[in-house]
């Protein structure tokens, strides 16, 4: 069974962390493209970062570059976001996704989770 589940979010003031968690089933996990996406109310969904569960690389929007780091351990098949240093524009429902390669198209991906809430508050 295709699963991501995403847990970690909840809410902060401005200037507070958060680390959101994604656990893929063994059917999704594999050698692949996950990454954390976000979506603002009246927003489209924006890719935040993505890392390659291989090799490790990882890719950032420049808005939360310095501020959030992707990192993945593949013996839980889990992907990590710490968010550092939140800003009330962060504020979003935060989405893994999994894909064959890292790019920052919603169209990349073909395995989504729920969702985690996370609000940042001024």
């Known amino acids: 069974q295709v699963q991501l589940v995403e847990s970690g979010g909840g809410s902060v003031q401005a200037g507070g962390s958060l680390r959101l968690s994604c656990t893929a089933s063994?059917?999704?996990?594999?050698?692949?493209?996950m990454a954390w996406f976000r979506q603002a109310p009246g927003k489209e969904r924006e890719a935040v970062a993505t890392i390659y569960t291989g090799n490790g690389n990882t890719y950032y929007r420049d808005s939360v570059k310095g501020r959030f780091a992707i990192s993945r351990d593949n013996s839980k098949r889990t992907v990590y976001l710490q968010m550092n240093s939140l800003k009330p524009e962060d504020t979003a429902m935060y989405y893994c996704?999994?894909?064959?390669?890292?790019?920052?198209?919603?169209?990349?991906?073909?395995?989504w989770g729920q969702g985690t809430q996370v609000t940042v508050s001024s």
């Open positions: 063994a059917a999704t996990y594999g050698n692949s493209c």
């Open positions: 996704a999994r894909g064959r390669y890292c790019r920052f198209a919603v169209s990349a991906y073909d395995y």
